[in-house]
């Protein structure tokens, strides 16, 4: 299994771990780090709407408190009529990790449709 392989099946296990009754549209993150381990993360909604965090959000926080620092790839896992790209706020969480060749890719059910950097998705950044 390659590292994209690997970081689908993840995002689709946290996929279907999501807490969404809200939306219900599941989210999955998974990524790898610069130290070549992998992490993941769903999104978690409340009843208390703005508290809710994404999958983003989740594989992030996983990744920072393992010791990870940068972002080699992350994969983002939907199941919307139109392909997943992440929200605002998670372009910017993102960016915090990322680097110049960070690869983002945005999935569907079937596997990813498209791989993009952190200047597609967020250019002229703060950072
Ligand atoms: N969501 C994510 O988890 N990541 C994104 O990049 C976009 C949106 C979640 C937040 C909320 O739980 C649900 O998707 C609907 O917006």
Request: proline share 4%.
């Amino acid at each position: 299994m390659n590292n994209t392989q690997k970081l689908f099946e993840l995002a689709k296990t946290s996929f279907k771990n999501a807490h969404c009754p809200y939306s219900h549209f599941a989210v999955g993150a998974a990524i790898l780090s610069d130290n070549g381990k992998f992490y993941s993360g769903c999104n978690v909604e409340n009843v208390s709407y703005p508290e809710g965090t994404c999958a983003e959000s989740g594989a992030i926080a996983a990744m920072i408190n393992d010791g990870g620092k940068k972002i080699a790839e992350i994969l983002i896992l939907g199941n919307g009529n139109e392909l997943i790209t992440p929200c605002g706020g998670c372009r910017q969480r993102i960016c915090e990790f990322a680097t110049p060749t960070t690869l983002i890719h945005l999935a569907d059910m079937n596997g990813v449709v498209e791989t993009l950097t952190i200047n597609d998705l967020l250019p002229h950044s703060f950072k």
